[in-house]
């Protein structure tokens, strides 16, 4: 699990395709600090096992059920993504709960700059703006993220300095990819009103502080 904090933005220094997998060889520093065979490592909002490491670099493999969720197979030598380690359990929890299992492939539609954040707005699916709300919260390419707008086919998030200069998504353009997993809990909570054994109701949610 990850909090959708970006702690870092590594480089693509090896991309190779092997039958069914791709293999990302990714250039860091940080990340590195404490690394382990077998640990999950957020590529770009994507949950990926760590295979290999050096000093200087860490090895990761794309099974091709993620890659057919994800555009990581399209990542060539020298692209930047954003890095984040799993949570850990004796720190802050600053953004919200994150998987790492991308929900969908977003588009960035347009991106509008103003004096303090840029705005960029993204089309998604039906399925995936069902599963937002105005104001919740949303990982893009693993950078927890609040729905600034909600609209019918798209939705709006805002770039403050400190984002656009720790993350990959300043240097995003219009008709970039752009990974999205919506709210953990939003999920949980939706199944079980819709279930029909639920037991749960909007009053008891509201009495619970939702």
Known sequence: MFTGIVEEVGTIKQSNSKSTIVELTIACHKILEDVHIGDSIS???????????????????????????????????GAEVNLERAMSG????????????????????NIKATDNSKIVSIKTTSKAIG?????????????????????????????????????ILNDKRVGDAVHLETDMLFKYVNRIMNSNNATLTEDK??????
């Not at 004796?90 to 539609?109: A, K, M, P, Q, S």
């Not at 893009?140 to 993350?167: A, M």
């Not at 949610?205 to 939702?210: D, H, I, P, S, V």
């Open 90 to 109: 004796n720190g802050r929890f600053g953004g919200h709960f994150v998987l790492g299992h991308v929900d969908e492939v977003g588009t960035i539609t």
């Open 205 to 210: 949610l509201k009495a619970f502080g939702f």
């Open 131 to 167: 599963e937002m709300v105005q104001q919740g919260s949303i990982a893009v390419d693993g950078v927890s993220l609040s729905i600034f707008q909600l609209n019918e086919q798209s939705f709006d998030i805002h770039l403050i300095p400190e984002t656009r200069k720790s993350t």
């Open 43 to 77: 590529v770009n909002g994507a949950c990926l096992t760590v295979t290999a490491f050096t000093k200087d670099s860490f090895t990761v493999q794309v099974i091709k059920g993620t890659e057919a969720k994800t555009y990581l197979n399209k990542l060539n030598q």
